[in-house]
């Protein structure tokens, strides 16, 4: 099998055992135990991810890229990161929740100034928007605290408050335990960064306590985190905008 992928990835893959450890569908990613990651896409896929990986990894929030191929499909080969998700540490609620926090903090203190990337803000809403009028309506992506009676109620709240929303810092795109670094009970790192860009806070805010939900299967560290981060930086408001937008994702 291994002689199967590309000739610049064998000093790599030789002699090495591949573990499957993919958790969506849109990409395969295997663990290389000689300490490496390898995820595979449809060609071009990845190479958004690349870029910000390699500006975070600079910043000394993520992972060294080793190798990135764009052939017959993408391939990127990363380092192994130092500490383990969160989702290997849900023995320890309270500490998953001071490293969420804390990543967001030294996420959102980032300058905007340099980041690769253009407005994501936008293309967000503009996504909800389109998948809006395409019929899409999940209402298994809202925390239970959170609730619209149908579609139309969501739809209604998210066009009457979308202009609250900023550009205002990076956001991950996708902040969930499954993404954020933890090493000795300390936050070290992120990963899966293909989703990033200049958005509203509320954003990864939103994510972090649904992931937390539903990887804890319970709510009742929702205050935890919400008090290591800081409520006088959250309105409700725009949370539940937000949760009204990913209804259409």
Avoid at 54 to 66: I, P
Wanted: glycine share 6%; hydrophobic share 40%.
């Amino acid at each position: 099998m291994l002689n199967t992928y590309p000739s610049a990835l064998q000093p790599y893959l030789q002699g090495s055992q591949l573990i499957d450890c993919s958790c969506c569908s849109e990409a395969t990613t295997f663990y290389v135990d000689r300490g490496y990651y390898l995820k595979i896409a449809l060609k071009g896929s990845l190479s958004q991810e690349v870029k910000f990986t390699k500006w975070f990894y600079a910043k000394g929030l993520s992972v060294e890229v080793v190798l990135y191929l764009s052939e017959d499909k993408d391939y990127l080969l990363t380092k192994k990161a130092e500490g383990e998700v969160l989702t290997n540490c849900l023995d320890r609620p309270k500490e998953i929740c001071r490293a969420l926090a804390i990543g967001l903090y030294q996420l959102q203190s980032l300058s905007v100034k340099d980041f690769p990337s253009s407005d994501k803000l936008d293309v967000y809403i503009q996504s909800a928007e389109a998948n809006y009028h395409k019929g899409c309506f999940d209402k298994s992506l809202l925390v239970p605290w959170i609730d619209f009676a149908d579609r139309e109620e969501a739809w209604q709240y998210f066009q009457t408050h979308k202009h609250l929303l900023k550009k205002d810092v990076i956001v991950h795109g996708d902040y969930c335990l499954p993404n954020v670094l933890m090493k000795d009970g300390n936050f070290c790192g992120l990963i899966d960064l293909g989703q990033a860009g200049i958005g509203d806070h509320h954003i990864d805010i939103y994510w972090a306590i649904w992931s937390l939900w539903y990887n804890l299967k319970t709510d009742q560290y929702t205050d935890c985190f919400l008090d290591f981060y800081g409520r006088n930086q959250i309105d409700n408001e725009l949370l539940r905008t937000i949760a009204a937008i990913e209804t259409f994702a």
